[in-house]
């Protein structure tokens, strides 16, 4: 069974630092995802990673996997109070149609 | 274009009692997704529906059932609420029924069981 783990679990930061968030998962899959929630809402689409060595970036977070690994990482530039949320790495089962979600990261950026 | 839209936004029940939850996918997309969202167990898979059938269901006991209509939308059904029902449901869609297309996630349904 597909396990995904996230860490930390609970991140504080200060404004304008840098921090990466960790996902690592237990089996190959066909693409991973990032996903954003702010409290009490829905969840944003952030990036899709479909292969090895996939960077990809919007503002200030980037999103690298590595296949071999089994490890994706979130990594956040310079942070700002509105990067505050949690997030969720996933990966998506082949042919089960579902995504297995990591226990989410919360984030919380300080002046 | 619109999104996935889900209702009600809120739902509170009784034990015992059935809720019926409901969504519907963005335009073009066959595929729906259920997940539920309950506090200090993140985010666990419950279905997946595709052409109007249920191709995968997660470890959820039968209570939980649901169907898709012709148009694509879905009904979440559960019956027999428990307190530990109590959760964020949330449906997804997805333009195929395959794993290589993101899943784009509604509002959600917060049902509390009383």
């Known amino acids: 069974e597909l396990k995904v783990e996230q860490n930390p679990l609970f991140l504080s930061m200060q404004e304008g630092k840098n921090y990466t968030i960790y996902c690592n998962y237990s089996t190959t899959s066909d693409r991973l995802y990032w996903y954003r929630q702010d409290p009490g809402k829905s969840l944003e689409s952030l990036f899709v990673?479909?292969?090895?060595?996939a960077v990809k970036q919007e503002g200030r977070l980037m999103a690298s996997l590595d296949t071999k690994a089994r490890l994706s990482t979130l990594h956040i530039t310079a942070a700002v109070h509105d990067l505050s949320a949690t997030y969720f790495c996933a990966v998506a089962n082949t042919n089960a149609g579902k995504s297995t979600f990591g226990d989410g990261t919360t984030l919380t950026v300080k002046p | 274009e619109a999104g996935v839209t889900q209702s009600p936004t809120h739902l509170i029940k009784t034990r015992g009692q059935q809720a019926t939850l409901r969504c519907s996918p963005i335009s073009g997309h066959t595929s729906v997704y259920w997940y539920q969202q309950a506090l200090g167990l993140g985010l666990q898979f419950l279905l997946w529906?595709?052409?109007?059938?249920?191709?995968n269901r997660g470890n959820f006991p039968p209570r939980f059932s649901g169907r898709q209509f012709p148009n694509y939308s879905s009904e979440l059904n559960v019956n027999a609420l428990e307190l530990e029902d109590s959760a964020l449901y949330l449906c997804?869609?997805?333009?195929?029924?395959?794993?290589?297309?993101?899943?784009?996630f509604g509002p959600g349904t917060r049902l509390t069981v009383l």
């Open positions: 997804a869609s997805s333009f195929r029924g395959y794993t290589t297309d993101t899943q784009y």
């Open positions: 990673l479909l292969s090895n060595g």
């Open positions: 529906y595709d052409e109007g059938e249920e191709r």
